[in-house]
């Protein structure tokens, strides 16, 4: 294999962050209480703006603590049945499709949970994800994770240990990203592609010539 295209999620894939739908869907089906939802809005402004940092993630998260994996799927299938699959860019399906076709190997590598991504995956046909993940104890989430949340250096960090796990080079790698926190791996591959970019990465990519797509 000659190359792997790795696609961000949220915001490249699809329109809005499948982590916050997961969350309403929750709230809906009568699972999640919604007063911890009122710190979304921040956590985006900061997420989007490219002020996040590793440690503004928590390492614990207290909502989903005794929640059981069960649940927690169902409420993942749910939120893709009813808004995820809906909100998928056109161009992202179409590119992503074309791509498998040509018998090209896509990941997904995003911040949002496995268990959320996994049935968008499935929807492609794509078998490979980089994703944060959720510890489990006797079959209840603990809200802690299992491994640093994928983001920024994490995420860069993740993806370079598959390629080279599968024998490919990073100047091999294709990335697709709508976001100025994965400039860390836009850096280390040799074909960084931004989605619909931010501000920040707007400006980046215009500096570097890196390639641009709007996806609609």
């Not at 190359?3 to 961000?8: L, P, Y």
């Not at 490249?12 to 997961?22: A, E, K, L, N, Q």
Request: contains cysteine; aromatic residues 10%.
């Amino acid at each position: 294999m000659s190359s792997i295209h790795v696609f961000d999620v949220d915001h490249t894939i699809t329109r809005h962050s499948t982590g916050v739908r997961f969350l309403f869907e929750g709230v809906r089906l009568g699972v999640f209480p919604i007063r911890p939802l009122f710190s979304v809005p921040g956590f985006f402004v900061r997420y989007r703006s490219g002020r996040m940092r590793a440690h503004h993630l928590r390492r614990e998260i207290p909502l989903l603590k005794g929640t059981s994996r069960a649940e927690m799927e169902r409420i993942a299938r749910a939120s893709f049945e009813r808004r995820i699959r809906f909100d998928i860019f056109a161009d992202a399906e179409a590119l992503i499709r074309k791509l498998l076709a040509s018998g090209a190997e896509v990941v997904l590598a995003s911040l949002s949970l496995d268990l959320v991504v996994r049935p968008l995956a499935d929807h492609f046909g794509v078998r490979e994800i980089i994703t944060s993940a959720f510890e489990f104890e006797g079959g209840a989430c603990t809200g802690r994770f299992a491994e640093g949340p994928v983001f920024n250096e994490e995420k860069r960090d993740r993806v370079l240990r598959l390629l080279a796990s599968r024998g490919v080079a990073p100047e091999e790698c294709y990335f697709y990203t709508d976001s100025v926190n994965d400039l860390p791996l836009l850096y280390r591959v040799g074909h960084p592609v931004a989605v619909n970019p931010d501000r920040r990465l707007a400006e980046e990519a215009a500096r570097k010539g890196w390639t641009v797509l709007r996806f609609n």
